[in-house]
C-alpha cells in the first residue's frame, strides 16, 4: 500500500456549502482544490452535480472537477492516482491542496491508501453483469462474499458491480481487499454538520435551481450513453424518464430532493464515524480548519 498524502479535506454531505467554504479557504492560504466527488468528476454534467461554475471559482484552480467524459467508467483505484499526481502537483507549484468533497471512499482512499492487488475494470464481464438485475447480483456477491452484506452498499449497482467483478476476476472476497488501515495520527481535515431541517432546505433550494439553470437540456445533450457511474448520478433516470414523456417536472423535482435526501444521510453516517476528520458547524469551519492545519491564531 503506497503511503498517504494527507492534506488539509473539506468533507461532508451533499449541499452542506463545502465548494463555498472551501474556496473561501483557498483563497486564505494559497490553495488549489482538489474534487473528491464521484459524479462531479464528469463533464458535461456541471449542474446536476452541482459543480461550482468557472465564473465562481475566484481564480482557484480546480483540479478532478468536470475533467471526465461521462461515458467512462470510474473508480477508486483510479481516482487515487489522479489524486496523487495532482496534490504532488500541486505542492511542487507551492501551494496548498485541499481535498473537497462528499464521496468518503474517495477520501479515505487518498487520506491512508488502497489495499494492493486490486484488478482493473473488465470491460466484458461489467457489460454481462449490467444485463443481470440487481438483485441477481447481490445474491451472487453475497453468497461469493458474505461480509460484503453489511459493507458494500447493495442498494448502489455501481458498488453491487465492482465487488462482485472482483470476486470473479480475483477468486478472493472482495472485503479480503480493504486495507487494513488506522486513524491517522491527527485529524487532517473537517466535516461539515447541519441540523437536518437546514440541509433538507438547502437541498430543495438546490434542486429547484439546478432544474431553474437548465439541468434537464444538459441531460438530453449528451448524446452518448453514459458509464454505468456517471449513470448512477441522482436526477439522471429522474430526468430521463421527464425527456421520454414519463414524468412530470413536479415529479423529477421531488425525486431529486428526496433521492439527494437520502443520499446525505448516508454521507452523514459515513463521516461520522471518520476519525481523520473533525466535525464542526459550518459557522465554526474556518477556526476548525485553522486549528487542523496547525496555523497561528489569526484569519486564515
Not at 65 to 86: H, M, N, S, W
Not at 89 to 108: C, D, S, W
Not at 142 to 170: F, H, Q, Y
Request: net charge positive; glycine share 6%.
Amino acid at each position: 500500500m503506497a503511503a498517504p498524502l494527507p492534506c488539509l479535506t473539506i468533507a461532508g454531505p451533499t449541499a452542506s456549502g463545502k465548494s463555498e467554504l472551501a474556496l473561501e479557504i483557498a483563497e486564505r492560504i494559497n490553495g488549489d482544490i482538489i474534487g473528491a466527488d464521484a459524479f462531479q468528476i464528469y463533464k458535461g454534467m456541471g449542474l446536476l452535480t452541482a459543480q461550482t461554475p468557472e465564473n465562481e471559482r475566484r481564480g482557484i484552480p480546480h483540479h478532478l472537477v468536470g475533467c471526465i467524459d461521462p461515458t467512462q467508467d470510474f473508480d477508486v483505484a483510479t481516482y487515487l492516482k489522479l489524486a496523487r499526481e495532482k496534490i504532488i502537483e500541486v505542492r511542487a507549484a507551492g501551494r496548498r491542496p485541499i481535498l473537497v468533497g462528499g464521496t468518503g471512499l474517495y477520501i479515505r482512499a487518498v487520506l491512508r491508501g488502497l489495499a494492493e492487488g486490486l484488478p482493473a475494470a473488465d470491460p466484458i464481464l461489467r457489460a454481462q453483469m449490467e444485463s443481470e438485475s440487481l438483485e441477481d447480483l447481490v445474491a451472487k456477491l453475497v453468497k461469493l462474499d458474505p461480509a460484503a452484506a453489511t459493507s458494500v452498499d447493495l442498494r448502489n449497482p455501481r458498488r453491487v458491480i465492482r465487488a462482485l467483478e472482483v470476486c470473479l476476476l480475483t477468486g478472493a472476497p472482495f472485503t479480503s481487499f480493504r486495507a487494513q488501515t488506522t486513524p491517522l495520527s491527527a485529524p487532517v481535515g473537517i466535516w461539515i454538520t447541519s441540523s437536518r431541517s437546514e440541509l433538507h432546505a438547502r437541498i430543495e433550494l438546490r434542486a429547484i435551481s439546478m432544474l431553474k439553470k437548465g439541468a434537464i437540456d444538459e441531460i438530453a445533450n449528451i448524446e452518448s450513453e453514459l458509464g454505468l457511474t456517471a449513470n448512477q448520478a441522482i436526477g439522471v433516470s429522474e430526468i430521463r424518464k421527464f425527456l421520454r414523456g414519463q414524468s412530470t417536472l413536479e415529479r423529477v423535482k421531488e425525486e431529486l430532493v428526496f433521492k439527494t435526501r437520502q443520499y446525505a444521510k448516508r454521507q452523514e453516517s459515513w463521516f461520522s464515524k471518520d476519525n481523520d476528520l473533525v466535525a464542526t458547524s459550518k459557522e465554526s469551519a474556518i477556526e476548525s480548519a485553522q486549528r487542523v492545519m496547525n496555523l497561528p491564531p489569526k484569519p486564515l
